[in-house]
């Protein structure tokens, strides 16, 4: 079994920044890749970034240059630092796990952008 709580979400200015974290518990070992996503009011999830066990990253086009996903593998947590943020960002953030088998998801953190 694998929890996921991720942290650090608020409310900002546009232009302002937020550091998400996601702390993971459990089986990590064996993980591929760990992403962050984000869903918006009547959106669908969406992929934001990912990052895999070997260090390799991905971006979304529009947060591309702006965030960046980082993991500190001897605490299993994977951080997003948000720079830069619009009004447009504004969405739940999910933390999500992968494995061969599985993958699990956290509960989420609410960002809100102001403009």
């Known amino acids: 079994q ?3 709580v991720e942290s650090g979400g608020g409310l900002v200015q546009a232009g302002g920044s937020l550091r998400l974290s996601c702390a993971a518990s459990g089986r990590m070992f064996a993980v591929n890749r760990m992403g962050w996503y984000r869903q918006a009011p009547g959106k669908q999830r969406e992929l934001v970034a990912h990052i895999t066990s070997d260090g390799s990253t991905n971006y979304a086009d529009p947060v591309k240059g702006r965030f960046t996903i980082s993991r500190d593998n001897a605490k299993n947590t994977v951080y997003l630092q948000m720079n830069s ?8 953030y999910y933390c999500k796990a992968d494995f061969v088998w599985s993958y699990y998801w956290g509960q989420g953190t609410q960002v809100t952008v102001s403009s």
């Open 85 to 92: 943020l619009k009004p447009e960002d504004t969405a739940v």
């Open 2 to 4: 694998v929890q996921l």
